[in-house]
């Protein structure tokens, strides 16, 4: 089991690694072809959280939206989720990017995908 420490450096590195930001990238762009997908990781909850934290914080949602669907997962998974972990990857994606908007853009996405990401799951 990794320390608080170690959890929050790899909730920062899905924002600094180059191929964490790809995937993430590779998850939008999937939705965009408007087909039925689900994305998960190796156990299907701390990147998983992350790229759905993006998505809503991309569509607008607020924080505190976001981090209420965040540790809904302690739910499901027992109680192995922190707030820290999220607050983590959000507060590295901010300083280095300044906002979902620009951090998807990082990843690959193009401002035009989001645009349409956006007309289609929001209403």
């Not at 690694?17 to 995937?23: H, L």
């Not at 302690?74 to 300044?98: C, E, H, I, P, T």
């Amino acid at each position: 089991s990794k320390t608080l420490a170690e959890k929050k450096a790899m909730y920062r590195q899905y924002v600094t690694r180059a191929s964490n930001r790809t995937s993430v990238g590779k998850v939008i762009k999937l939705i965009l072809k408007g087909k039925p997908i689900v994305f998960q990781c190796k156990r299907g909850w701390d990147r998983t959280g992350w790229v759905a934290a993006v998505i809503q914080g991309l569509l607008g949602a607020s924080s505190a939206d976001i981090m209420h669907e965040f540790m809904k997962s302690n739910s499901y998974y027992g109680n192995g989720f922190r707030q820290d972990y999220l607050d983590a990857a959000v507060s590295q994606m901010k300083s280095s990017y300044g906002s979902y908007e620009k951090y998807v853009l990082a990843c690959g996405v193009t401002s035009a995908e989001i645009k349409e990401l956006r007309k289609r799951l929001t209403v």
